[in-house]
């Protein structure tokens, strides 16, 4: 039998915000027409085109997603689509907060290397889960910045 989470919830910030995936909509295709014209028609290259877009949508692909988390006693589980992410608490040093989320860092202090190295905790659009994953978090990390 599988244990229970202590905190569960999910994020889909293509849905939760939706100005600014309009916004994104909008310069995708942009950058989109602007990639065809400078590789297929300037360059000749389609290859080059369509591994810029697979790049770009690649690296968007969480934005568009819907993404679980869950906090367990000994880990924390992120599941995109097709992906599970599961890290001990013991992987990580800090934690911050940000507009969208907690940044959990490898690090004992912030750094810049946090978006490659440690793990983003999106908030889903109405932040309930805001105020008990902070209280979670502090009982296994300890040092909040």
Known sequence: MLPEPLLKWKSWPFVERPWTSIILIVFLILLSLLLYRIT??????PFYYFL??????????????????????????????FIK?????????CFYEDKHGIML???KMPRRLDPFRG???????????????VEILMQKIGKKY
Do not use: A, C
């Not at 692909?61 to 992120?78: A, G, H, M, N, R």
């Open 52 to 81: 810029g877009m697979i790049l770009v949508f690649g690296n968007l692909l969480p934005y568009f997603i819907i993404t679980e988390y869950e906090l367990y006693e000994d880990k924390v589980q992120v599941r995109y689509l």
């Open 85 to 93: 992410v599961s890290r001990p608490y013991t992987d990580f040093g």
């Open 119 to 133: 793990l983003s905790l999106r908030f889903s659009s109405d932040k309930k889960e805001r105020e008990k994953l």
């Open 40 to 45: 297929v028609i300037g360059w000749q290259q």
């Open 105 to 107: 860092s490898t690090f």
